[in-house]
């Protein structure tokens, strides 16, 4: 059974049966890995936020009353859990185009993708071993230093 506590063991097994450590430099070259996939996570929410930020096609001019934009649906979000659940509003735009409909299907992929990607990192977290564990919050954090100025430039 496996041990529900962490531990700093070079031996461990990683989402898959192939993917087995065993010693110091496997345990090194899966924190990287782990590591990359993290920066890779945080680049992606990013990315997804930058493309439901932006505007897109410029709006035709209308005589109607626009309906109040919310001042808060393109800021960042506290938590992954929250920008996982929170809808991320697109400018307005024709929904009958077909840009936005390829801009939606790319959101989704992105969403699929980026989904899939916590799950396994969560799953990393799992196996209990103390140097994964840091991998995973180390390239959290270096994914977030790097990306998050990114934001301010579009």
Same mark, same amino acid.
């Given at each position: $059974? $496996?041990?529900?506590?962490?531990?700093?063991?070079?031996?461990v097994?990683?989402?898959?049966?192939?993917?087995e450590? %065993?010693?110091?430099?496997?345990?090194?070259?899966?924190?990287?890995?782990?590591?990359?996939?993290?920066? !890779?996570? #945080?680049?992606?929410?990013?990315?997804r936020? %930058?493309?439901?930020?932006?505007?897109?096609?410029?709006?035709?001019?209308?005589y109607?009353?626009?309906?109040?934009?919310?001042?808060?649906?393109?800021?960042?979000?506290?938590?992954?859990? #929250?920008?996982?659940?929170?809808?991320? #509003?697109?400018?307005?735009?024709?929904?009958?185009?077909?840009?936005?409909? +390829?801009? %939606?299907?790319?959101?989704?992929?992105? %969403? $699929? +993708?980026?989904?899939?990607?916590?799950? $396994?990192?969560?799953?990393?977290?799992?196996?209990?071993?103390?140097?994964?564990?840091?991998?995973?919050?180390?390239?959290?954090?270096?994914?977030? !230093?790097?990306?998050?100025p990114?934001?301010?430039?579009?």
């Amino acid at each position: $059974m $496996m041990s529900m506590t962490f531990g700093v063991s070079t031996s461990v097994t990683l989402l898959f049966d192939f993917w087995e450590v %065993h010693g110091p430099a496997g345990m090194v070259l899966s924190v990287a890995v782990v590591l990359l996939l993290s920066v !890779f996570y #945080e680049l992606l929410k990013v990315w997804r936020m %930058h493309l439901g930020c932006r505007p897109h096609m410029p709006k035709p001019p209308s005589y109607s009353p626009t309906p109040p934009v919310h001042a808060d649906s393109c800021t960042t979000l506290n938590s992954p859990s #929250e920008s996982s659940l929170t809808p991320i #509003e697109a400018h307005p735009s024709d929904p009958n185009t077909r840009s936005s409909l +390829l801009l %939606h299907a790319v959101q989704a992929l992105l %969403h $699929m +993708l980026q989904v899939t990607l916590a799950y $396994m990192l969560m799953l990393c977290v799992m196996s209990y071993n103390t140097w994964i564990f840091l991998g995973v919050i180390v390239g959290s954090c270096l994914g977030f !230093f790097i990306s998050f100025p990114l934001l301010g430039q579009s």
